[in-house]
């Protein structure tokens, strides 16, 4: 067996793990979801303690769980008997991880949660285990074989549960009602957050980084406030603020060629006339859709009345880190 077979036999065994675990999940799962919903509108939280990897799969679960609003921390079962066990309060939810069940670590956490009131879910291989027969409930995680050639290792059992962990956390969201908002949120330093938070408000230019002219001015009139506002364009305006059309860079070099008094002559002859815009509550990422699909490098913004209040360059969404 070359590397690539042998590769393959590996995920082919973590796969017929993940079937079995999906073909258990009537075994404690749905009551699982109860208990956490029950105790989540409580104001209670999820507590995930697991010894050796599944500490590892503890600590994944449990931060999934938190991101997409279910409270959770993680308990190392080590530490719990030396002062951490005080993370657990009365209508809690501990989810212990124990594919053997009987790792030492977690079962002498038993005694101990028993006298805290809190509900304890086995998350086991072996329901005839010691985790299984001292639990209020048990799911069931069993995988036919480890992907380990000794079926030692924890590999198509760790697997398990973790993919049992993402369906729990999943189910959560939704039947908590869990919104793409409330995501972004709990994610506001990333990628994500950005995407789903980030105004154009957030990034325009304004006041005195915002070229905005009368409409009636000349040509060098127009470039003095670009260049004074460091702007690459200008949004041009009648008396009441109203957008009339814009002017940019590329209008001069366009022009200058066939007008050698360009600087003179009204800006109103060289100006876009309705030139695309974009309202201020719009997502910053939506801005940068409009300037990909028509190819500009600058989006005026403005309000209910087309009253020009703001403008946004597209060199400015690097910094921003839209792009």
């Known amino acids: 067996m070359d590397l690539l077979e042998k590769a393959q036999a590996v ?16 075994h404690g799962f749905e009551e699982t979801v109860q208990v956490m919903l029950q105790a989540l509108a409580q104001k209670n939280k999820i507590v995930v303690t697991g010894m050796g990897k599944n500490l590892h799969i503890a600590e994944k679960i449990s931060a999934t769980l938190a991101s997409t609003g279910s409270t959770s921390v993680v308990l190392n079962p080590a530490q719990a008997m030396h002062g951490d066990l005080g993370i657990l309060q009365a209508g809690d939810v501990l989810l212990m991880l124990s594919y053997s069940g009987e790792s030492e670590e977690v079962l002498h956490l038993l005694p101990a949660a028993r006298r805290l009131n809190v509900t304890i879910i086995g998350v086991t291989g072996n329901l005839e285990s010691t985790l299984a027969k001292h639990s209020d409930f048990t799911a069931c995680v069993t995988v036919p074989r480890e992907a380990c050639p000794f079926n030692m290792a924890p590999t198509a059992s760790t697997t398990g549960t973790l993919a049992w962990g993402d369906a729990l956390a999943m189910v959560l969201l939704e039947s908590r009602g869990f919104k793409r ?39 060098e009139t127009v470039l003095l406030a670009m260049t004074a506002a460091r702007a690459g364009s200008a949004a041009l305006v009648d008396a009441n603020g109203i957008l009339k059309g814009v002017f940019t860079d590329g209008d001069l070099r366009r022009n200058v060629g066939r007008h050698t008094d360009i600087l003179n002559l009204p800006v109103a002859r060289f100006m876009s006339k309705n030139p695309i815009t974009v309202r201020e509550d719009e997502l910053a990422v939506n801005a940068l859709n409009i300037f990909e699909k028509h190819n500009i490098d600058d989006l005026i913004v403005v309000d209910a009345d087309n009253r020009v209040i703001g403008a946004v360059d597209i060199q400015d969404l690097p910094k921003m880190k839209v792009l």
Request: aromatic share 2%; charged share 30%; net charge negative.
């Open 11 to 26: 995920m082919d065994c973590e796969i017929e793990g993940l079937r079995s675990v999906k073909a258990h999940l009537a």
């Open 181 to 219: 908002d409330d995501y972004a949120r709990l994610h506001p330093g990333g990628a994500i957050g950005r995407s789903l938070l980030l105004r154009v408000a957030d990034i325009m230019r304004r006041d005195s980084r915002l070229a905005c002219v009368p409409e009636s001015s000349d040509v």
